[in-house]
């Protein structure tokens, strides 16, 4: 059966186009920066907010009408596969993500659960063997069940511990035969609620063991896909240990795990820890830890994680400024974790969202690389640092400085010259990019 018999083959159709299915600027085949826009973007669909999630509230029911609903149980878990893989086509999206629970229902005990994974993970690879979309990454879902109202990997009970390890141990092995590119740990309950009954250098240590624990089986299985770490700040916990990409990296390298994980950075987890997205992206590339992305929003009046689809342009275009200065993202895509709003209830609005949310990274990647093919910013910020290339600020940068040296340069220095920041400027032109970017289509 078709669950989406009104839906054709989305295509680009340009912006001129009124077809409410159709991309206007997403064309999957235009070559941006040296690479095909698809193969730039590598978009991804999250399969648990297209295919389980019920749009509830804290404060009412689920609305979303989904045909596959009319199933229960493993019959409503192949019914969602049928579905996706009829979505992914007529979306064209390379790649899709799911956490364990999402494809399949939880049985009684983990040797239940496994036993289901395994009906549908061997459905999906049939689907696989017929179809483009790949599986960008999958994680296992060590939050929503009451056995971890304590956390997982950092609970106070050992048994969690064993259990959570069990989870992802059966997630790697579903990656492996998948052909995941990439396995993502979200750590949802990973923290605390107060300090006053928390012993965090345990639970932290507990955590770092637990992911060297992940690496080593990976390795004994022989998956080779990059292990990320998705940063949250709080919700549901108060507070988080992967609070955001700074303190992620600390934890890393605390525990030598640096040289085995990247991050996958989320658009509205950044907003919670009070950071933009294109800063979350500007210090894992600095870093050189930069590996997938979350793309969504969130709502400015909202102070939680409400994961729209990302339609901010100006918020795009700089995030995909950053991924381009990165290279790309590796075998790291663009994975839509958003959800359609509680009043966008039909199937065919999940077509309408991932569009606008396609079609706005693919305004940023064209516009980003227009910036950085002009050196619109990369001039300003080198002449704004150019006092560091020769004198006392190249002594600085090769280390021959010292405070000796430095004191004897400003004794007897009567003015300092500074010089704008331009900052009015280069917002103004940013729109100015934007806003030509198709003037001529």
């Excluded at 192949?78 to 007529?90: C, I, P, S």
């Excluded at 990439?182 to 309950?189: S, T």
């Excluded at 009046?301 to 409400?306: A, E, F, K, P, Q």
């Excluded at 995030?319 to 959800?339: C, P, Q, S, T, V």
Aim: charged letters at 25%; glycine letters at 8%.
């Amino acid at each position: 059966m078709s669950y989406f018999p009104n839906i054709n083959k989305i295509n680009f159709e340009g912006p001129t186009s009124t077809n409410p299915y159709a991309f206007k600027f997403y064309n999957p085949d235009e070559v941006v920066g040296g690479k095909r826009m698809e193969d730039y973007l590598r978009f991804a669909v999250a399969y648990w907010h297209t295919f389980t999630e019920d749009l509830s509230d804290p404060f009412g029911s689920g609305t979303a009408v989904r045909p596959w609903d009319k199933f229960t149980g493993m019959d409503q878990a192949k019914a969602r596969v049928e579905a996706a893989f009829e979505f992914f086509e007529k979306l064209g999206v390379p790649y899709f993500c799911f956490h364990d629970v999402d494809i399949a229902p939880e049985g009684n005990t983990l040797r239940e659960t496994n036993k289901n994974l395994d009906t549908i993970v061997s459905m999906i690879k049939d689907y696989m063997k017929d179809s483009k979309t790949k599986l960008l990454w999958n994680t296992a879902n060590n939050f929503t069940h009451p056995r971890f109202i304590h956390g997982a990997a950092s609970s106070n009970n050992a048994d969690v511990f064993a259990y959570a390890a069990a989870k992802v141990k059966k997630g790697l092995e579903i990656g492996k035969e998948l052909g995941g590119e990439n396995y993502v740990f979200w750590g949802g309950r990973e923290g605390y609620e107060t300090l006053l009954n928390t012993d965090m250098k345990l639970e932290l240590d507990n955590l770092g063991r637990f992911f060297h624990m992940a690496v080593d089986y990976a390795k004994e299985i022989g998956f080779d896909g990059q292990f990320l770490i998705e940063p949250k700040p709080k919700e549901p916990t108060t507070h988080q240990y992967d609070f955001d990409v700074a303190s992620g990296y600390a934890f890393l390298q605390h525990y030598d795990l640096q040289d085995h994980f990247k991050f996958n950075i989320e658009a509205n987890h950044a907003t919670l820890a009070g950071h933009t997205f294109e800063h979350e992206l500007h210090y894992a590339r600095a870093n050189n830890v930069l590996g997938s992305v979350d793309a969504n929003q969130g709502h400015p009046h909202l102070g939680w994680d409400t994961d729209e689809f990302p339609t901010d342009l100006y918020s795009t275009t700089l995030g995909m400024y950053e991924i381009i200065k990165n290279g790309g993202l590796g075998r790291g895509g663009l994975n839509f974790d958003a959800k359609v709003r509680r009043g966008s209830f039909e199937p065919e609005d999940l077509f309408h969202a991932h569009i606008a949310g396609m079609d706005s990274f693919a305004v940023g990647l064209k516009v980003a690389q227009k910036l950085l093919d002009n050196q619109v910013l990369e001039s300003v910020i080198e002449d704004r640092y150019q006092s560091y290339t020769d004198g006392i600020g190249l002594d600085i940068v090769e280390g021959k400085a010292d405070f000796h040296k430095l004191e004897d340069h400003v004794l007897d220095l009567t003015e300092i010259n500074h010089q704008s920041g331009k900052l009015e400027r280069l917002k103004a032109t940013i729109n100015q990019y934007m806003l030509n970017a198709y003037a001529n289509n």
